[in-house]
């Protein structure tokens, strides 16, 4: 079965770029512009990953990641947050509010699709 994969950004270019890697890949893909719709899109499309950015409007990717966590219905889902803020305090506050995994800006498209793999338990 295909994987989706929602990518939460509010810059275009990186969904582009992100949206093509993806797709490439074999996974299904949906997009969200901003953190509100990130989270209406995680309860109506049931992503199985969310590549998820910090700095977004309405809301920030720390409260849709903390908001992810305290749902129930949505523990299955995995969180992988991109993000220019790449300063320790940041990773940790990621990895505290139940993030899978933090990749900083810019990445490599290799190392990310890998990171994306394995969180997904897919062979490499």
């Given at each position: 079965m295909?994987?989706?994969?929602?990518?939460?950004?509010?810059?275009q270019?990186?969904?582009?770029s992100?949206e093509?890697l993806?797709?490439?890949?074999?996974?299904?893909?949906?997009?969200?512009n901003?953190?509100?719709?990130?989270?209406?899109?995680?309860r109506?499309?049931?992503?199985?990953?969310?590549l998820?950015?910090?700095m977004?409007?309405?809301?920030?990717?720390?409260?849709?990641?903390?908001?992810?966590?305290?749902?129930?219905?949505?523990?299955?889902?995995?969180?992988l947050?991109l993000?220019?803020?790449?300063?320790e305090?940041e990773?940790?506050?990621?990895l505290?509010?139940?993030?899978?995994?933090y990749?900083t800006?810019?990445?490599?498209?290799?190392?990310l699709?890998?990171?994306?793999k394995?969180?997904?338990?897919?062979?490499a």
């Open positions: 295909t994987k989706k994969i929602l990518i939460a950004d509010d810059e270019n990186i969904v582009i992100l093509f993806m797709k490439r890949e074999g996974f299904a893909v949906c997009i969200a901003d953190g509100q719709e990130a989270l209406d899109k995680v109506s499309e049931s992503p199985d990953l969310v998820l950015d910090v977004m409007p309405r809301k920030n990717g720390y409260e849709v990641c903390q908001e992810i966590r305290a749902d129930a219905g949505l523990q299955g889902t995995r969180i947050m993000t220019a803020k790449g300063r305090t990773v940790t506050k990621g505290a509010m139940g993030a899978d995994g990749m800006k810019p990445f490599s498209t290799r190392e699709v890998a990171k994306v394995s969180l997904l338990d897919i062979p």
